[in-house]
């Protein structure tokens, strides 16, 4: 049982570059985030989704960019690469079960950004 | 808006004695709380959630938290810490006004048990 897979694990990007950290899940979750974690901050929403096709804005979503076209893939798109993206990106999915939709949410072990 | 609040940034404590982290809360109706716990290079675990009912909720790994409304605080305890628990604990407050899990997180108190 795979859960959230995230891909890569680890990138060195320039200023100015673009891409796109992958993010899968196998479990159906409705529910899909994006984090990112810095030291002593905590973790910030940067982007969530409902379900196919429906997406939001969190907390930090200026320089981000998502798209959920299917429920099991939400990648995050970086567009022009910015030393304070430099970061560790998580993504995470959880059910919902009901109206008020208290599920845990199931966390990938992040993917490592350097921004240079 | 809702916040979390987690006072300590560090808790050191020796294997086989209790363990508390702590954390506070503010929030606007009634508060959703969860604990998750961060082991390196892993993203976060979930630990526990407080939705309504008893105040003590039990969780996984011998861990259990404390809700308490007066307070404002939801604090993880354990009664005997293994040198395994070292890790980073986050607690979360869900937006009790959207109909979708949109937590807040902590900033996290790394826990420190020695052998």
């Known amino acids: 049982n795979a859960g959230v897979t995230q891909t890569p694990k680890f990138r060195i990007l320039k200023i100015g570059q673009s891409m796109t950290l992958q993010c899968t899940q196998d479990m159906n979750h409705n529910y899909m985030y994006w984090y990112r974690q810095d030291p002593g901050m905590g973790l910030k929403l940067i982007y969530y989704s409902v379900g196919a096709g429906i997406t939001d804005k969190g907390e930090v979503p200026n320089g981000y960019n998502v798209s959920r076209s299917t429920t099991e893939d939400f990648p995050l798109r970086l567009e022009l690469a910015a030393p304070s993206q430099t970061s560790v990106y998580f993504c995470?999915?959880?059910?919902?079960?009901?109206?008020?939709?208290?599920?845990?949410?199931?966390f990938g072990d992040g993917t490592r950004l350097s921004i240079l | 808006a809702q916040s979390v609040a987690q006072p300590e940034d560090q808790v050191n404590v020796a294997e086989g004695n209790p363990l508390t982290v702590k954390c506070t809360y503010s929030v606007s109706g009634n508060p959703y709380l969860f604990w998750y716990v961060q082991y390196p290079n892993r993203g976060l675990q979930f630990l526990l959630k407080y939705i309504t009912g008893d105040n003590l909720v039990k969780g996984s790994y011998g861990f259990e938290a404390e809700f308490n409304k007066s307070q404002t605080s939801f604090h993880l305890k354990k009664p005997s810490a293994l040198v395994s628990d070292s890790a980073l604990y986050f607690c979360?407050?869900?937006?009790?006004?959207?109909?979708?899990?949109?937590?807040?997180f902590g900033t996290g108190t790394r826990l420190l048990v020695s052998p």
């Open positions: 995470a999915s959880s059910a919902r079960r009901d109206s008020n939709s208290n599920q845990p949410q199931h």
């Open positions: 979360a407050v869900r937006d009790p006004n959207t109909g979708f899990q949109k937590l807040v």
